[in-house]
Every structure is written in structure tokens, then in C-alpha cells.
């Protein structure tokens, strides 16, 4: 991995989402039209409002990084770019962090913007601060991003790369303790929550909409969703392969 | 001559079938060869070897001394896929720049690679509106702008007008003469007589390794396209 192609690389990747107007709508527009949707579909419960609409300001970023990312790598390996860059000074890492880094600095605009227009137009009540809320966000995205990527190996085309979406990302989303408290579910169901990723971001938001200073339990989770990122994006590495047949 | 690049005893399977079956060859440094045979014959697929992407069943491809695709190769090598591989969604010249910083290069190697393949006009175009022609010389850029030492380019002229055919070759010809080793696929004969040397390669076997004018002479015929074909029939009878 080297400095300068890392950061040419992200450049690279933030550029072509930037030509690609719709795919920014996409990105920035459509959390806030889910959560204006939200504000009124909740219209006067408030309680109600702030608990869902934090999980999502952390289940959005989420699903949007993930199918982008799929979609971008499947791209780029069946456009023969990926091909040619494994013959260059490009290393797998270069690439992997590339697009975590690009999606993640994306994901941070995307969360500060969402968050802000909870906090200050619908107002989002948390005990504990903004800051910590985007962080998370962000943390979610990348994991996204990196599952995306992992994903992506196992399609071949457009088509079945967006199909995963509905694998990886639902049952994260029911399972996660959002429509059912995870201690009461049946067992096998808390198992399969134990092991999904996305049930930790979801409980760290959750402390933070309750405390006003950081948990030990948020600190926990969030340290699980950066250990989940790390895993995929080996696991993502190793699917990376600089010979094909 | 010194070589640039030897290939030896090599044996590649894709798919299910064995596509090059103990190929070897050389390849003298600052000179252009042409890899010339009928689509499907094993070119892509010897250049991915030579390129260091392809699975290798057994063989081995040397690139200026250092094994084919070992790390300080990546510096030294240009590709050009066969189809285009650029960003669509990019412009032209973010393209080259992009692929100029790859190799440590700046701005300027980039405007200096479009001028090479005539797409400074059209350098703020996004690839993705490009016509076929543009495409693959954004994506030649792309594998000049590094300065390579050893370039391969597949099919490079594929979709070209005449003139601008003729540009590319003297622009190729400038490369090997300030000490570029260049292999280029084709199957266009005229082409073929631009080289310095040849490779004919048929079914994934070599069936002849000369300079254009000693494989017309051998056939006995002034026609390269004829001289193929009388190689081909003069290995088919002693074969049988
Ligand atoms: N990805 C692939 N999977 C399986 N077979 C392939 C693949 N690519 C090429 N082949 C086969 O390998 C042989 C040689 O192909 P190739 O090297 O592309 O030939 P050429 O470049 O001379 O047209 C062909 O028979 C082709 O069908
Ligand atoms: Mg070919």
C-alpha cells in the first residue's frame, strides 16, 4: 500500500460519483425524504419519532454504501479496469481502503446532513450528543462498503449484485432490535441477531438516544462494527485476486 | 539481441480446455513484435501471461529478467486490454491522470499521453460519451502514460480510421526506438508488415517466429495473408 496511490485512488472514486448527479441524489437526497416521511408519518409521538428515526439515520448510510459499493466493484471488474490496475503499482489495499475511505467521507456529509435535518427541523431528541450519532453513521456506512465489496465478488452482473441487497440487508434490519427487543426473541433468532453487525449499531444508537455521556456498552458495539469492517474487508482482500483463469 | 521477453514451455487452461500447450517464444528488447493469428488462437490470453494476470498451468514468462507480474514489473509495463478499460464515468483526462499517478506522474505526463493518441481535444469528455475509436485511444493513453519499458497492446487499432492508424504506428515506432519493447496483437495483415518481427500463433501453437519479410520469403509469396496459409498447409501435411 502506498500514500500517494491510496489517495489518487480515492480521489478517483469520489470523482466519479460526482459526475454522476443521480447517484448523489441518491446518496444525500433520498435519507432526507425517508425521514421527513417519517416525522410525519409520527406525527405528535414523539418518543416514537426519536427512537426510530435514529436507528435509521444509522440503517440508511447503511444499505445505500452497501449497494453502491457492489455495484462500483462489480464495475470495475467487469470493465477489465480492475485487470488492467493489477498490472500497475496498484496494491489490493490501495483498493479496499480506497473505496472505504471514498464511501466513508461520502457517508459522512450524507450522515451530518440527514442528522442536521433531524435535530433541527424534526426535532430528533437524544440524551447524548450529534457528534456520536454521525459517528456511528459513518461506521455503519463503511461497514456497507466493505460488506459491498465482499459481495460483489459473488455476482456477476448488475443485476445479481443488487439481489444481495435484500440478502445481507433485511434480515439485519428485522433482527436487529428494531420491531422486536432482541431479549425477547426466541433464542435461535437472539443467536443469529448475536452475530449480525448491524444489531450492534443499532444498540449503541440506542444508547446514545439514552445517555448523556458515552457508554461502555456504545464503546463495546462500536468497537464490534469496526472489528465486523475489518473482517470484511480481509475477507474482501482475499477475493481479490491479481491472476484469473 | 538481448531479450525482453521469454516465454517458455508454457501451458495455460481457460475453461475447461487447454488453450497454449507449451508455448515459448522470445521477444528482443526495443523492437515490435506482432503476436498475428485468427481470433481465438491464445493472443489475450499469452499477453495476460506475459502481463502477469493469467493462471499459468506450468511455464514460465520472464520479463526483463524479473518473473512476469513480480512487483517491480508493475512500474515497467503498459496493457492494453482488448477492450477498452477505462472509467466511463470519468472524463478523459481524469482517466490519465489517474492512471499517470499510479505510476508517480503528473498532470503534465497526462496531457502529454492524450496528445500521443490525438484526444486533446477531446480531454474533458466524459469516456462513457466517447465514440468506440475514442474509447480505445483514451484507453491507449492509458497504457502509454507510464513511460513503460515493456508495452503490450492488444488489438490496439481495432475501430481506427486510416489516418489516425497510420499516427499510432509512428507513435509506436517512436517508443521502441527510444528503446521500448513492444507486442502487439492483431489480426489485420497489413498491420503485420509494420513489425520488426512476428509471431504466428495458431490453435495456441507458435507455427512461426521471423521478421515479416523472411516468413514471405520462406512461403515463397509476397502476400502475408498468403504466407499464413501456406505455413499452415505446409504444417497440416507434414503433421499428417
Ligand atoms: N474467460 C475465459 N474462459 C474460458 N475460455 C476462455 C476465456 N477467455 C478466452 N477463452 C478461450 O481461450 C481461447 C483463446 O482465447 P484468446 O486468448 O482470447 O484468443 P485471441 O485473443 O487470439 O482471440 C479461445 O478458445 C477462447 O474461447
Ligand atoms: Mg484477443
Given at each position: ?21 443521480r447517484?448523489?441524489?441518491l ?15 409520527f ?23 452497501f ?38 467521507l ?30 456511528i453513521a ?49 433464542g ?15 444498540e ?6 439514552a ?7 456504545m ?17 474482501g482482500?482475499?477475493?481479490?485476486r491479481?491472476?484469473?483463469? | ?26 521477444i ?15 493472443k489475450?490470453?499469452?499477453?495476460r ?22 512487483p ?11 477492450a ?14 489517474y ?29 462513457g ?13 492509458c ?11 492488444d ?5 481506427q480510421?486510416?489516418?489516425l492508424?497510420?499516427?499510432l504506428?509512428?507513435r509506436?515506432?517512436?517508443?521502441a ?5 513492444i ?28 521478421t ?17 496459409l ?11
Amino acid at each position: 500500500m502506498s500514500p500517494h496511490i491510496l489517495a489518487s485512488t480515492i480521489g478517483r472514486i469520489v470523482r466519479q460519483l460526482r459526475h454522476d448527479r443521480r447517484t448523489i441524489g441518491l446518496v444525500i437526497v433520498v435519507p432526507l425524504l425517508l425521514l421527513t416521511l417519517l416525522y410525519f408519518m409520527f406525527d405528535g409521538q414523539g418518543p416514537m419519532f426519536d427512537r426510530i428515526a435514529l436507528v435509521m439515520l444509522g440503517i440508511f448510510p447503511f444499505i445505500i454504501m452497501f449497494l453502491i459499493t457492489s455495484i462500483a466493484m462489480l464495475r470495475e471488474r467487469t470493465s477489465g479496469t480492475l485487470e488492467r490496475l493489477f498490472t500497475t503499482p496498484v496494491g489490493k489495499l490501495d483498493l479496499l481502503f480506497g473505496y472505504g475511505i471514498a464511501f466513508g467521507l461520502v457517508a459522512a456529509v450524507q450522515a451530518t446532513v440527514a442528522a442536521g435535518l433531524a435535530y433541527w427541523l424534526f426535532d430528533l431528541d437524544t440524551a447524548g450528543s450529534l457528534w456520536l450519532v454521525i459517528v456511528i453513521a459513518v461506521a455503519n456506512a463503511v461497514l456497507g462498503v466493505a460488506l459491498g465489496l465482499l459481495c460483489s465478488a459473488f455476482a456477476r452482473t448488475e443485476f445479481q449484485a443488487v439481489q444481495f441487497m435484500p440478502v445481507v440487508a433485511i434480515p439485519q434490519i428485522l433482527l436487529c432490535g428494531l420491531f422486536v427487543a432482541r431479549d425477547s426473541m426466541a433464542g435461535w433468532l437472539q443467536v443469529i441477531s448475536d452475530v449480525l453487525p448491524l444489531s450492534y449499531s443499532v444498540e449503541a444508537l440506542t444508547e446514545v438516544g439514552a445517555h448523556a455521556d458515552p457508554t461502555g456498552t456504545m464503546w463495546r458495539d462500536l468497537g464490534i462494527v469496526v472489528g465486523a469492517i475489518i473482517l470484511a474487508l480481509l475477507l474482501g482482500a482475499t477475493t481479490l485476486r491479481r491472476r484469473t483463469a | 539481441m538481448e531479450t525482453a521477453i521469454e516465454v517458455t514451455d508454457l501451458v495455460i487452461n481457460r475453461g475447461k480446455r487447454e488453450v497454449l500447450h507449451g508455448f515459448s517464444c522470445a521477444i528482443p528488447r526495443g523492437s515490435i513484435t506482432g503476436l498475428l493469428g485468427p481470433s481465438g488462437s491464445g493472443k489475450t490470453t499469452l499477453m495476460r501471461a506475459v502481463v502477469g494476470v493469467q493462471l499459468v498451468a506450468s511455464g514460465r514468462v520472464t520479463v526483463l529478467g524479473e518473473p512476469a507480474g513480480s512487483p517491480p514489473l508493475r512500474r515497467k509495463i503498459g496493457y492494453l486490454t482488448q477492450a477498452p478499460s477505462v472509467y466511463d464515468d470519468l472524463t478523459v483526462r481524469e482517466n490519465a491522470r489517474y492512471f499517470a499517478s499510479l505510476y508517480g506522474l503528473r498532470a503534465a505526463d497526462a496531457e502529454a499521453a492524450l496528445d500521443g493518441v490525438g484526444l486533446s481535444g477531446a480531454a474533458h469528455q466524459l469516456v462513457g460519451n466517447l465514440s468506440g475509436g475514442q474509447r480505445s485511444r483514451a484507453s491507449l493513453a492509458c497504457a502509454i502514460v507510464g513511460r513503460p519499458e515493456v508495452l503490450v497492446l492488444d488489438e490496439p487499432t481495432v475501430g481506427q480510421d486510416p489516418v489516425l492508424r497510420d499516427e499510432l504506428w509512428a507513435r509506436f515506432r517512436g517508443l521502441a526506438a527510444d528503446g521500448a519493447t513492444i507486442l502487439v496483437s492483431s489480426h489485420v495483415m497489413d498491420e503485420a508488415n509494420r513489425c520488426d518481427r512476428l509471431l504466428l500463433i495458431r490453435d495456441g501453437h507458435l507455427i512461426g517466429d521471423d521478421t515479416p519479410a523472411a516468413i514471405k520469403a520462406t512461403a515463397g509469396t509476397d502476400d502475408l495473408d498468403e504466407a499464413f496459409l501456406r505455413i499452415i498447409r505446409q504444417q497440416e501435411k507434414a503433421a499428417a
